[in-house]
């Protein structure tokens, strides 16, 4: 049998379309987190909505490691594009994340985890890979780099380019940095696969509610067509 994977979305949105595909579902709520077991177009996963935020993340991921035994992570959901060129819909993978919002500067370079001593936590280059070409296959328009993640929505001009600047990231999110940490950290492998749903800008609050449903959605379909390869 192949090795179990875990997906993990934050919002409804973004795990609604992947729950109800499920085969031999079972559920089993630990907290406030209610964990989908079963398969996927025949894969054996584990599906979570952990919630919004770095903590919500890794202490999902790391329970869908130690108790479900997934040897592999996928983090799916929207973006706020950072990149110029980026517009809702098109699609960002990450090879590293950083935690633009983990800051010891008086002592280390911005993002730098203490402990680890790295500002940027790498992801799996072959799920990176397969996610990309998954996207392209679906005729989504890909980059693939730095993706940044913190506990902030971002929808400032001035932060937006502080981000991308400091950190040549090309989108930002909530979640990918602490689920690519608790991988890191636990040994297994990991992906972090998002579809952009505004510009992180003065326009995020407006762009936010109109395209996260559709983005969401769009970013399950590269989900599911990368699983089928990794
Ligand atoms: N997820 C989607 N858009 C975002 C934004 N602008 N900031 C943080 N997380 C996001």
Redesign the pocket.
Known sequence: MSERIGIIG?MESEVTTLIPALTDHAETKIGIVVYHTGKLDGRDVVIARSG?GKVNAALTAAEMIRTFGAKAIVNT?????LEETLNPEDAVIATDLVQHDYDTTPFDPPGCISGIGQVKIPVDPAMASAAAKAARELGIRVLEGTVA??D????DGKK?EWIRDTFGAL????EGAAIAQACYLLGVRCAVI?T??????GT?DVD?PKF?AH?AALNAKIVRRTLQSV
């Not at 959901?77 to 594009?81: C, L, T």
């Not at 902030?152 to 929808?155: G, L, P, R």
């Not at 952009?196 to 800008?201: G, I, M, N, P």
Request: glycine share 14%; charged share 20%; net charge neutral.
């Open positions: 934050a919004a959901g929207v973006a706020g594009g993640s913190g902030q929505f971002i929808s937006k989108a930002c999110e909530m998002r952009v749903s505004d510009r992180a800008d995020a936010f996260a983005a």
